[in-house]
């Protein structure tokens, strides 16, 4: 297998749910940290585009979203799973959920101004204000949640996380439980983790909203005991030669990871061979651009070639996404 390379950066919530899941699976990887704004001229070395963290590198296959990522993880490590209970289309819609509501509910939340003091304590004026005006750009078009709004909907959404867990019963050997089972987390767990993750580790000042639900907190410790795996730090520049390497070696880890005979699946009247571009829907709607490779059921493959890293195919997953044919 080839190496993994993350591409993240500390604050993240969604790198957090990556790198928890990286933990889970014990798998070993490389960490490269990036910039959290624009510009990110090593990151759209790889991606041709897509700006979003994290996103994971084996050779030249890059894979976006950590909702595929985690399609990824689970084929390269099936034991222990992200279903332990089966259970897949329940915990993927609680992971949709979990990824949309709560995450921007939770996030209007930590960023109201007392989390956003905490957060950028000692930072230059200079940084907070391009932070502020990357995000605004990343969010252009959408309805922004308001702080208060958001602590409403996210009050709201601790207790129906409460409610789960208390659902749920231990057995006769007293096993943790989680939200859609005991004895081990699943899908849904890593998707709600990181978003309250965020509130405690990173805005603590605004934590108290967990006292109000103790079996959410006792939850989040768990989840964050799972730890990170086996982490080495890498630069952008090992992981761009990484990927020019496995491109000139012609390395297909997308047909090891997805199936040699997926069928194309044409929902738009685009053939494979086209030239396209992909976006997501809402936030962060820069364009992804390159040679469609493959559309089936489930995913999206790009091909574009970059003269530092090769030739990069690039993988999202088609939930979430828009493909257009270049004019």
């Known amino acids: 297998m080839a190496d993994l390379y993350l591409h993240h950066y500390p604050m993240s919530p969604f790198a957090e749910k990556v790198r928890l899941m990286l933990g889970f699976k014990q798998l070993a990887w490389h960490s490269v940290i990036v910039p959290s704004v624009m510009p990110k001229p090593d990151v759209v070395a790889l991606t041709g585009g897509y700006r979003k963290v994290p ?34 289309g329940l915990n993927r819609v609680v992971a949709q959920w979990a990824d949309h509501q709560l995450f921007w509910a939770g996030m209007a939340y930590n960023f109201q101004p007392r989390g956003m003091q905490q957060l950028f304590e000692g930072a230059p004026p200079e940084a907070i204000k391009a932070f502020g005006a990357d995000r605004g750009a990343m969010s252009a078009g959408m309805t922004r949640v308001r702080p208060g709004d958001g602590t409403s909907a996210y009050r709201s959404y601790l207790r129906r996380l409460a409610d789960m867990l208390a659902e749920q019963e231990t057995d006769a050997e007293g096993q943790p439980v989680f939200l859609l089972g005991h004895g081990a987390p699943s899908l849904a767990d890593f998707a709600a983790y990181h978003t309250v993750w965020f509130t405690r580790h990173q805005v603590p000042s605004l934590a108290g909203v967990l006292d109000a639900t103790p079996a959410v907190a006792d939850w989040l410790s768990r989840m964050v005991a799972l730890g990170h795996g086996s982490m080495v730090r890498a630069k952008a520049e090992q992981a761009i030669a990484a990927s020019a390497a496995a491109s000139s070696a012609g390395e297909r880890n997308d047909l090891k990871i997805f199936g040699e005979h997926e ?42 070639t970059h003269e530092r890293a090769g030739t990069v195919r690039v993988h999202f997953p088609r939930v979430g996404y828009v493909l257009k044919a270049v004019a």
């Open 263 to 304: 069928a194309f699946q044409d929902d738009h009247g685009i053939p494979l061979g086209t030239l396209v571009t992909l976006a997501a829907e809402s936030f962060g709607t820069e364009v992804t651009e390159g040679t469609l490779l493959a559309a089936t059921r489930t995913r999206y493959t790009l091909q574009h």
């Open 55 to 88: 996103f994971l590198q084996m050779g030249n296959d890059v894979f976006c979203d950590t909702n595929l990522i985690a399609v990824v993880l689970e084929h390269l490590a099936p034991t222990p799973s992200f279903f332990p209970n089966g259970q897949r």
